[in-house]
């Protein structure tokens, strides 16, 4: 066995994976060969620190269990059969096929949008909305407002423009970090006290956002996608680029993203 | 659950962001739980449900990984008299968090899986279905790239030797 032959078992040397044959034969070639001996030392050394490294974090999954039991309970809940005396799985299958509906509509808008190529971070918006507001998948939100604006800090949208937002009509409910595209944004969740809608936001960075621009409200330019499920708006400011989400109608996203674009 | 931890763990080093891992540790139990039946009594669970992590995490593609820089990292010498350097196990943790924060996804997802969290180099042939023999040279690799990272910050590699697991745990003591 020669060197390089050697350093590419060593792996499986040294779990004990490796037939006797060849475990001998590596055997003896580290006990001839100083540098392999030595690489094999490494490995072990790194292994430790690299242990030691990741081990150190011990993350608090009570907040992921929760949520786990939570759709668990509404899975089972869901699964009662028809024809059992109980009235509500009626209810529950209406909602199963309005669900299915909502999915199989936004997958069809989402397709079109990708179709787009130039609307991707559009399509994502849609997609978180409806996967975490509209289908209300459980997601660990933080609810507080000290928490949302300690969590947009992070992502360098100020506490100022959470804050500002209190300002435009509709109240703030709660907030996470999401992924749209390549960038990650705060994610919003608003209500205008009947329904709930989404607003993304992130530092601007100068990238141009994609869709025609409808109007220009407060100096910003604020651009729509036509998508049938799902309405999206977004708008640039000098410090923020934001995107609203809403699946009513496209009104109904414009004027969310005109009462943003004077709020911020 | 006494798995949720490790797979957070793992989640949190190849996902965007802290709460993407979360998502995705949540969708890796929930998809456990739906598809308990087709877990065989007496084979590994701790394989199976990394098997689920990796498979979702590669099914939802491109919007969920991370890229680099998810640690901070203080260089000693700018707070600390020259040619001192303090021995914290806290500043070497975050060393070599944030080197395998800076390798390739591939090279970061063997070494999380063999060496942390002490798969065989056959175990996690199966998780990431590629041949046991793409599994052993990504370690290879993986530890090559990870040692020149070090070191590039050691200023002479490894310093500190031990004995340990190297793949896996497998017959450990």
Redesign the interface.
Known sequence: MNCSEA??????Y????LETAKAQAIGAHLLGCPACAREA???????????????????D?S???L??KQ??LA?AAAQVQPGSHALWPRRWIGLAIGAAAVVLASVLAYNVLLGQRTARVYA?AAEDHRDEVTLAQ???WRTELAEIQALAETRGVSAEAVNALGGSGYRLERG???????H?YLHLVVTDGAREYSLFLRPSDGTPLPGSTREVVNGRAVHAAHDASEQVAGFESKQLLAIVVTEDSPEAAMRLARAAANAL | MPHARSLLRVARRLAADSSIAEDLVQETLLLAWRGFDQFQPGTNIRAWLFRILMNTFYAQGRRIRSTPLLVSLQSPESEAEPGFRAPSSLLANAEVNQALADMSEEHRTVLLLGVVEGFTCKEMAEILAVPIGTVMSRMSRARQAMRSRLAANNEGGIRRGANGAACAQKGAS
């Open positions: 350093i590419e078992v060593l792996p499986a040294l779990t004990g994976e030392e490494q490995q072990k050394s790194l292994d430790l620190q690299l242990q030691a490294a990741v081990k150190s974090e011990d993350p999954v907040g992921i269990l949520r786990v759709s668990i899975e994502d459980p997601r660990h996470r970090i999401c992924q749209l595209e390549d990650l």
